[in-house]
């Protein structure tokens, strides 16, 4: 099934409360590594398909190639990462080139459609990049996965306790192409104000005297 225009095209604004999702580097790898080691083990389950040690999280976070994949985050007021979303592209066959989504958010931020703003981000960007089918392996028991899958109209098998999901993109046009750019600057922008507000905090916290013992 296609999925359609207009969830593709929705803007993520932040004066309606609305999810703000901003593109990583590796300069956001540590902030990376934080956010998945505070994953609950279930939560790691359900992400990695195994309850993920930490030493599994940390070489996975290492080996992250931002120069090959695209890595979207959703950022707090304390510039926490709240939700993170992982798009792998896959061996290319012909004309069709697949990309596969992983998403995980911290149990504070679920709920609030943090999931769902960073797979359809990640589906316009897979649409930009000439993706034809966007894919999605999970167990069948991850609740915010099926969600997802069912509220994009993805074609989902199930079978083991496992489910596989496919979504057929269209062509990118120019009106993709300005709503990214556009959700990336209000991403940007956003990102930029909250971190300017916790620098001035920590400066005002570090002039301020300190209470006294009791």
């Not at 580097?25 to 040690?53: E, P």
């Not at 709920?111 to 069948?140: Q, W």
């Not at 496919?166 to 192409?177: I, N, R």
């Not at 990102?191 to 209470?211: D, E, T």
Request: aromatic share 8%.
């Amino acid at each position: 099934m296609t999925l359609d225009d207009r969830k593709l095209m929705t803007a993520h604004g932040h004066a309606d409360g609305q999810v703000l999702v901003r593109e990583l580097s590796s300069a956001d790898r540590d902030a990376l590594r934080t956010h998945f080691l505070a994953l609950a083990n279930d939560d790691r389950l359900l992400r990695f398909g195994q309850t993920a040690s930490d030493a599994v999280i940390e070489a996975y976070v290492a080996g992250i190639d931002f120069e090959r994949d695209t890595v979207f985050g959703v950022y707090g007021d304390a510039l926490q990462l709240i939700g993170v979303g992982h798009l792998g592209y896959l061996n290319t066959d012909g004309e069709k080139r697949t990309a596969e989504f992983g998403v995980s958010v911290l149990a504070e931020g679920r709920g609030k459609g943090i999931g769902s703003a960073l797979f359809e981000r990640a589906a316009m960007r897979g649409r930009n990049t000439g993706v034809t089918t966007l894919y999605m392996h999970c167990l069948s028991r991850n609740a915010t996965m099926m969600h997802i899958a069912t509220k994009a109209g993805m074609k989902i098998h199930r079978e083991y306790g496992e489910a596989d999901a496919y979504l057929t993109l269209p062509p990118a046009d120019s009106v993709s192409f300005l709503t990214e750019m556009r959700q990336e600057q209000a991403a940007l922008f956003d990102y930029f104000i909250k971190r300017h507000a916790r620098q001035a905090g920590n400066l005002l916290g570090s002039i301020l005297p300190r209470p006294a013992a009791a």
